[in-house]
């Protein structure tokens, strides 16, 4: 198992590989992870540039890789070039994810496809590619980003709600075969948060504060808020939190 002692931050000497790095909520849990001492495999469409920067000015080591969450190729070379350039993978966070917002009618099924190849296989593949060598070293996290829609419907966001909801009983399913090896799986569900995918959104008044309204706590998630949680996840002090959703959304799931 995770060793339950360690120095220098939550995370330290851990090795993170988090997908869709770039920007919004990945790149908030990557610089966290790094602020806890780990080391971060940074893995986007195109190579983040500007968050490989932000944490190698923290003094940690980082690798970019370019890649497909929905490829098994991209997948198995994410974790090779990952365990190549920092030795090994001791937590996955699969961030990556597409929305795409149809009212039921209307969506498509190239729309569907799309969704599910990224929020689904992607979460797959990831954890699979992983999970072979977590197994390996009977020791191990992986973090779904999941949502608050996995477990309620929102109308507009049927393949996102959808893809979610798979993925909390891809969690589940997991971490009852992973957790022989000593291998955690824990889905982290944010409901909306400040970021750029969100800001059209929240720039609206009347939109803003509908979204408000839906929590117990008159307000809305931060990247920082999403990130915190994945790092207490991913560290020793929850060494027993495996197959399980975390909500993380300002009290939504209390209503």
Known sequence: ???????????????????????????????????????????????PVAVSKRITAMGRRTVMIAGDVG??????????????ALGRIDVLVNNAAVLE????????EDSFERVM?????????????????????????????????????????FAYAVSKGAVLQLTRAAAVELGAFGVRVVMLSPAVTNTELAAPALADPVVRDELISKGTLGTFNEPEDVAAAAVFLASPAARTVTGCNWPIDAGVSAK
């Open 1 to 47: 198992m995770i060793e339950e002692q360690s120095t220098g931050g939550a995370l330290h000497g851990k090795v993170v590989l988090v997908t869709g790095a770039s920007r919004g909520i990945g790149a908030a849990i990557a610089e966290a992870s790094a602020a806890a001492g780990a080391d971060l495999a940074l893995m986007a469409p195109q190579l």
């Open 71 to 84: 490829s098994s190729d991209d997948a198995n070379r994410a974790v090779g070039e990952t365990i190549r």
């Open 101 to 108: 917002v149809a009212p039921f009618l209307d969506v498509s």
């Open 117 to 157: 190849r990224v929020n689904v296989k992607g979460v797959f593949l990831m954890t699979q590619a992983a999970g072979r060598q977590m197994a390996q070293q009977r020791a191990g996290v992986v973090i779904n980003i999941g949502s608050d829609l996995a477990v309620r419907g929102r109308a507009g966001y």
